[in-house]
């Protein structure tokens, strides 16, 4: 796993622009807030996500998440249909904080062109987007 800074980012992920991580299994595209941005926004309060059977695109806004101080919103990083929702992080929202890569995931996607992964970055790329973010936006917190 990469460690950037503080922030957690597991190599076998694909990254969004949009602080959205993937985990592929088969042709489904696992989906959850990385741990830049829930760190950023800090304990997340509510979250609301994308039905079971909506048809989501690429890029778009399909959720928002809230704390005390923050409202974000949630992508989806491929287009496809919703096949799962976490429910256990609707009731606890927290779970996202504590474990954004595992118990903390949002939401599946059964990807209508798997081919769109590569318009999501990993490895050293991602790790160099994330530096950038990092500057931009966690210093201006301090």
């Keep these: 796993m990469a460690k950037v800074e503080e922030y957690d980012m597991p ?16 042709e489904e595209a696992v989906v959850g807030l990385n741990d830049f941005s829930q760190k ?7 979250i609301e996500m994308p ?3 909506d048809e989501v695109k690429q890029d778009e806004a399909i959720g928002s998440y809230e704390t005390g101080k ?39 996607i059964k990807m209508g062109d ?19 973010e990092i500057a931009k936006h966690a210093k201006e917190k301090k």
């Design 51 to 53: 039905e079971e059977g």
């Design 11 to 26: 190599d076998e992920l694909y990254y969004h622009k949009e602080f959205m991580w993937v985990r592929v299994e088969g």
């Design 70 to 108: 923050w409202l974000g919103k949630l992508y989806a990083p491929v287009s496809g249909e919703v096949t799962a929702m976490n429910e256990e992080v609707e009731d606890e929202p927290t779970l996202v904080n504590k474990d954004p890569y595992g118990e903390g995931w949002l939401f599946k």
């Design 114 to 132: 798997p081919a769109q992964l590569d318009n999501l970055m990993k490895g050293e790329e991602a790790i160099e987007w994330l530096k950038g």
């Design 40 to 46: 950023l926004a800090g304990e997340i309060s509510y």
